[in-house]
T-cell receptor
Framework: SAVISQKPSRDICQRGTSLTIQCQVD?????MFWYRQQPGQSLTLIAT?????????ESGFVIDKFPISRPNLTFSTLTVSNMSPEDSSIYLC???????????FGQGTRLTVV | LAKTTQPISMDSYEGQEVNITCSHN???????ITWYQQFPSQGPRFIIQ???TKVTNEVASLFIPADRKSSTLSLPRVSLSDTAVYYC??????????????FGTGTKLQVIP
């Protein structure tokens, strides 16, 4: 089974600033996914990060606001830019196990914007 | 992507069997059905996956009727530690494995002593 580590686990940020969240997988994976989960809500997919190409964003999410890097097959970052209180949420990264449509998730990054 | 519908919440007493049903009327031929469990302050955790009929592992069973328009997650003899949100997902299995999936609302299961 894969292990996914996210950093930081939580942060409190000032509005207008940016935060970069790191996601490290202990094995090489082709695709990584970034989700947002607002308090008490389900998960919403932000984007798919493929190594060697630009990330693919879901409707309602744009690269200028959520730039993503994928420098290699085990690592990805998500930046939340020019933050506002509405960006307060839990951000999770996910990667496949290689056995099919199962996926592992990181423990999430709890972001509070004040 | 097929949309899923499941109850918002369920309560159960300890020791009882819990069945959570998920509707996915628009499931496609290549779609698999996967269930995840999420505890507070943690990422979702894979429970079970199936394509048709019945799948059983050490923690749960998954029942899928022939038309595949619904599925039922069965948790035998739940304990307090099974209190969590359970998500039903339907997604395509492409070559190379994982395809992005859409999380539905989930079912919040509360196990009562």
């Amino acid at each position: 089974s894969a292990v996914i580590s996210q950093k930081p686990s939580r942060d409190i940020c000032q509005r207008g600033t940016s935060l970069t969240i790191q996601c490290q997988v202990d094995s090489q994976v082709t695709m990584m996914f970034w989700y947002r989960q607002q308090p008490g809500q389900s998960l919403t997919l932000i984007a798919t990060a493929n190594q060697g190409s630009e990330a693919t964003y879901e409707s309602g999410f744009v690269i200028d606001k959520f730039p993503i890097s994928r420098p290699n097959l085990t690592f990805s970052t998500l930046t939340v830019s020019n933050m506002s209180p509405e960006d307060s949420s839990i951000y999770l990264c996910s990667a496949p196990t290689g056995r099919g449509t199962e996926a592992f998730f990181g423990q999430g990054t709890r972001l509070t914007v004040v | 992507l097929a949309k899923t519908t499941q109850p918002i919440s369920m309560d159960s007493y300890e020791g009882q069997e819990v069945n959570i049903t998920c509707s996915h009327n628009n499931i496609a031929t290549n779609d698999y059905i996967t269930w995840y469990q999420q505890f507070p302050s943690q990422g979702p955790r894979f429970i079970i996956q199936g394509y048709k009929t019945k799948v059983t592992n050490e923690v749960a069973s998954l029942f899928i009727p022939a038309d595949r328009k619904s599925s039922t997650l069965s948790l035998p003899r739940v304990s307090l530690s099974d209190t969590a949100v359970y998500y039903c997902l339907v997604g395509d299995m492409k070559p190379g494995g994982y395809q992005k999936v859409t999380f539905g609302t989930g079912t919040k299961l509360q196990v009562i002593p």
